[in-house]
């Protein structure tokens, strides 16, 4: 066959696949959500979604969502995608656990980052029967010790306020007192690049220091004892995850692979440290028992360095960027702002350390603060919710969608914070202020840590932490921003939505120097 022909044979092909998967196959199938067209059968839309997802969604909204935010589906790498944006159908996907599975979006996460198919069996797979035979250790109110309900219950233990004990207070208490010792000028000297004044750049250095106190927090002083770059391999790692939660292949993300492995003997050494040598100024409380549960269920030591690399990211990957971008944010706006933190939060405080923490977590003692950290949550985080569907499921009016078995459903927060019928016309601008006026209802659009079940339960510690973290920065010190002109700002990657706060762009951080105040 001439190499015309065979052209022509291809191209002939390709047009009867258009035509039957975005002509004839929706008049078959008039329910499904409307799919985005796209060039190349399989692959879909996974180069643009991998490069800019954020600019493929805008894409489906305008050309298929429209105003009455009807779901619309991509397809990616042979996975077909639903994106979800109506109240209604979100409500749908977060009360039908049953069709919508959050564990199957976790297991997903679990695979992309090398846990076993053995350990899968031993954990998520396993009849909650013999869960409950073997995990007897822990008070877990509830009969169904599935898995999935039995790490999220130990995670709610650690880290719920309405806890019936003080692991919250505990670990919070004791991130505050690694902050008050190690945030002094002549320990930070050590992140200069400056050798007569502390300059930093900001973004790294917040990121440098508060992961290694959220470290701290749920592994004690042994880790960085043992290996004192886990939280500088950990910055990496965090850099390149995205690949892992979009499901590259391996071979597309080797730099990930290969700090992902370092990472995983790291946390493999120690947990072969004696229990003692690791449990002695460990403040959690969830560790060692998320470490007995597995021990109880027969976890190979590789895999659970797994699963505490994914409590390493949980804990550390968002905080530091929500306080950064805080503070970038309260560094580019008139200094009056910063003025009114700093005598708002004085109160709570007895010379340079912070001894009332209650105080400054009462939104009426500290207004200015308690608007900036709603404004920054809404205007720097970028985070889906993500589910499996399980069974084919029609989702209630407005429509009659229906949601194949198989598809992933995404909801992208992002859409609802700058809704304009909530925040008003100004919703693309940054700006503390409108939290003034806005009705207490507004806060329910602003879904910086998911919702449903899988509603993220470390947001009360990332609350604390942050707020705590700014009364001390700004009593302590003063921040000059070395930038020329008014316009200073680090500018925010927001073209993937992933799991919580966006990081800075490729070389989009910003230097900053850094004086002690008396
Ligand atoms: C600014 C800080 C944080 C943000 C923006 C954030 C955001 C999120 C988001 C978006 C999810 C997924 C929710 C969903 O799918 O609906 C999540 C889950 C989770 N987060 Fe956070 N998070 C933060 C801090 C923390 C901290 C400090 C911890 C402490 C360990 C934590 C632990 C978790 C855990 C364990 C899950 C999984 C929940 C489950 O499996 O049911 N997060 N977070």
């Known amino acids: 066959m001439s190499l015309l022909s065979s052209t022509l044979l291809?191209?002939?092909?390709?047009?009867?696949?258009?035509?039957?998967?975005?002509?004839?196959?929706p008049l078959i199938r008039p329910n499904d959500p409307k799919e985005l067209p796209y060039t190349i059968p399989f692959i879909g839309h996974a180069i643009s979604l991998f490069s800019n997802s954020t600019v493929v969604l805008t894409k489906g909204w305008r050309n298929l969502s429209g105003g009455d935010r009807q779901p619309f589906a991509l397809q990616a790498a042979g996975t077909s995608?639903?994106?979800?944006?109506?109240?209604?159908?979100?409500?749908?996907?977060?009360?039908?656990?049953?069709?919508?599975?959050?564990?199957?979006?976790?297991?997903?996460?679990?695979?992309?980052?090398?846990?076993?198919?053995?350990?899968i069996a031993k954990t998520y797979d396993l009849d909650p029967a013999i869960v409950?035979?073997?995990?007897?250790?822990?008070?877990?109110?509830?009969?169904?010790k599935h898995f999935e309900h039995l790490n999220r219950q130990l995670h709610l233990t650690q880290l719920s306020p309405s806890s019936q004990n003080d692991n919250l207070a505990s670990l919070d208490q004791s991130i505050l007192s690694w902050l008050q010792d190690h945030l002094t000028i002549q320990n930070l000297q050590q992140y200069s690049l400056a050798q007569d004044s502390l300059e930093v750049n900001l973004y790294s250095f917040i990121n440098n220091v508060f992961i290694q106190a959220g470290e701290h927090a749920y592994f004690g002083p042994a880790l960085s004892k043992l290996h004192p770059n886990?939280?500088?391999?950990?910055?990496?790692?965090?850099?390149?995850?995205?690949?892992?939660?979009?499901?590259?292949?391996?071979?597309?993300?080797?730099?990930?692979?290969?700090?992902?492995?370092?990472?995983?003997?790291?946390?493999?050494?120690?947990?072969?440290?004696?229990?003692?040598?690791?449990t002695a100024q460990n403040p959690s409380w969830f560790t060692p028992n998320l470490e007995l549960t597995l021990d109880a269920l027969g976890v190979e030591p590789r895999d659970k360095a797994v699963f505490f690399l994914m409590l390493y990211f949980a804990a550390n990957s968002n905080t530091p960027k929500l306080l950064f971008w805080l503070l970038a944010h309260l560094l580019s706006s008139p200094p009056s702002y910063l003025s009114q933190?700093?005598?708002?939060?004085?109160?709570?405080?007895?010379?340079?350390?912070?001894?009332?923490?209650?105080?400054?977590?009462?939104?009426?003692?500290?207004?200015?603060?308690?608007?900036?950290?709603l404004e920054v949550l809404?205007?720097?985080?970028?985070?889906?919710?993500?589910?499996?569907?399980?069974?084919?499921?029609?989702l209630p009016a407005p429509g009659s969608f229906v949601l194949r078995k198989g598809a992933k459903v995404m909801i992208p927060w992002r859409v609802f914070h700058f809704d304009e019928t909530v925040f008003g016309e100004d919703a693309k601008v940054f700006n503390p202020e409108r939290w003034e006026h806005l009705p207490a209802s507004a806060r329910g659009s602003v879904r910086p840590f998911g919702g449903g079940k899988s509603i993220c339960p470390g947001r009360y510690l990332a609350e604390r932490e942050v707020k705590k973290a700014v009364a001390l920065l700004v009593r302590r010190f003063d921040f000059e921003v070395l930038a020329e002109g008014d316009g200073w700002m680090p500018v925010g990657d927001d073209s993937r939505p992933g799991v919580g706060m966006m990081a800075v762009e490729k070389g989009g951080d910003s230097r900053v120097r850094i004086r002690g105040r008396e």
């Not at 910055?235 to 499901?247: A, N, R, V």
């Not at 720097?380 to 499921?393: E, Y």
């Open 132 to 144: 409950d035979s073997k995990v007897d250790h822990f008070n877990y109110p509830k009969k169904d």
């Open 230 to 278: 886990v939280a500088k391999n950990f910055q990496i790692y965090d850099e390149l995850y995205w690949k892992d939660l979009y499901q590259l292949p391996p071979f597309l993300a080797p730099a990930l692979t290969s700090i992902k492995e370092k990472l995983i003997t790291q946390f493999k050494d120690y947990f072969s440290l004696p229990r003692e040598e690791r």
């Open 10 to 25: 291809l191209f002939g092909a390709w047009i009867i696949w258009r035509v039957w998967r975005f002509t004839l196959s």
């Open 341 to 373: 933190i700093r005598s708002e939060t004085s109160p709570a405080f007895t010379n340079q350390n912070l001894t009332d923490t209650t105080y400054i977590l009462k939104p009426g003692n500290c207004p200015t603060l308690e608007r900036f950290y």
């Open 378 to 394: 809404r205007f720097r985080s970028n985070s889906i919710s993500a589910r499996r569907v399980t069974t084919d499921t029609v």
């Open 81 to 119: 995608l639903h994106v979800i944006s109506h109240p209604k159908h979100m409500a749908e996907v977060f009360k039908n656990t049953q069709n919508f599975s959050f564990q199957g979006f976790v297991l997903d996460i679990l695979k992309a980052t090398g846990i076993s198919p053995g350990a």
